[in-house]
C-alpha cells in the first residue's frame, strides 16, 4: 500500500474517531509502519481486545486499512497501516472542539514519539566529530520568534519545500545513504519563555 501524503477528514465521525487520545497514540506507529494488534497491545501494555476494537474503529472510518496477512503457528497475523501520513479536517469540521483537541493530541505525540527515536538512536548518532555546529550530522534547537502570521506561514512554506526537496534526492540517487529523523512543531504561543536582551 502507497500511503498519501495527507488524508482529509471529511465527516464528522471520522473526527470524533481520531480525536480519541489512545488512538491517536495507536496512528502515530500505524503512520511508520504496519502493526498487527498484539504488536500495539505489547507497545502499550493494553489487552489485545481493546486494542482491535479501537482498530476495528479506526478501519471502519476509513483513517487505516489491512495490508497483509500473514500466518504464524497456525494464527492469521493481520498488520494494519495508516492510510496517509497526516491527516487534516476539512474547513467544515473546523469549528468543532473534536479538531482542536485532535490537532493538538496530535503534535504531543509527534513530540513524545520524538522522544522515543532519541532514546532509541545508535550511539554514533550523537557522537561529537567536530566544533563547528555547522558540521554536525544533526540538529536539535528550540526558538520563539515574534512576527506576522503570514512571515511565519511563508517560512514554513520554505521549509517544507527544502524538505521535498531532501526527499527528492534521496529519491534521485541509488548511491548507500544514511537514515535520518525529523520532526518539526510550530505555532502560536501565549508568551515568550526566553527573553531577549532589552525586550519584556
Do not use: C
Request: glycine residues 4%; proline residues 4%.
Amino acid at each position: 500500500m502507497e500511503q498519501k501524503s495527507i488524508f482529509i477528514i471529511e465527516n464528522y465521525d471520522q473526527l470524533k474517531v481520531i480525536s480519541d487520545p489512545l488512538r491517536t497514540k495507536m496512528l502515530m506507529h500505524l503512520v511508520e509502519k504496519p502493526h498487527t494488534g498484539q504488536q500495539l497491545s505489547q507497545l502499550f501494555g493494553l489487552s489485545r481486545a481493546k486494542i482491535l476494537y479501537h482498530l476495528r474503529e479506526l478501519e471502519k472510518h476509513g483513517i487505516i486499512q489491512l495490508v497483509k496477512k500473514e500466518e504464524k503457528g497456525g494464527n492469521i497475523l493481520k498488520y494494519y497501516q495508516a492510510v496517509a501520513r497526516g491527516f487534516i479536517p476539512a474547513d467544515h469540521l473546523l469549528t468543532y472542539t473534536e479538531s482542536k483537541e485532535a490537532t493538538r493530541q496530535s503534535y504531543v505525540e509527534v513530540l513524545q514519539r520524538a522522544k522515543t527515536r532519541a532514546l532509541s538512536a545508535p550511539e554514533e548518532a550523537f557522537a561529537l566529530t567536530s566544533s563547528e555546529v555547522e558540521n554536525w550530522p544533526r540538529i536539535s534547537l528550540q526558538s520563539e520568534v515574534k512576527v506576522s502570521q503570514q512571515a511565519f506561514v511563508s517560512f514554513l512554506q520554505k521549509y517544507r519545500n527544502l524538505l521535498h526537496e531532501l526527499q527528492q534526492s534521496s529519491l534521485d540517487d541509488p548511491s548507500s545513504k544514511q537514515d535520518y529523523y525529523l520532526m518539526i512543531t510550530g505555532f502560536q504561543i501565549d508568551e515568550p519563555l526566553f527573553k531577549k536582551d532589552g525586550h519584556e
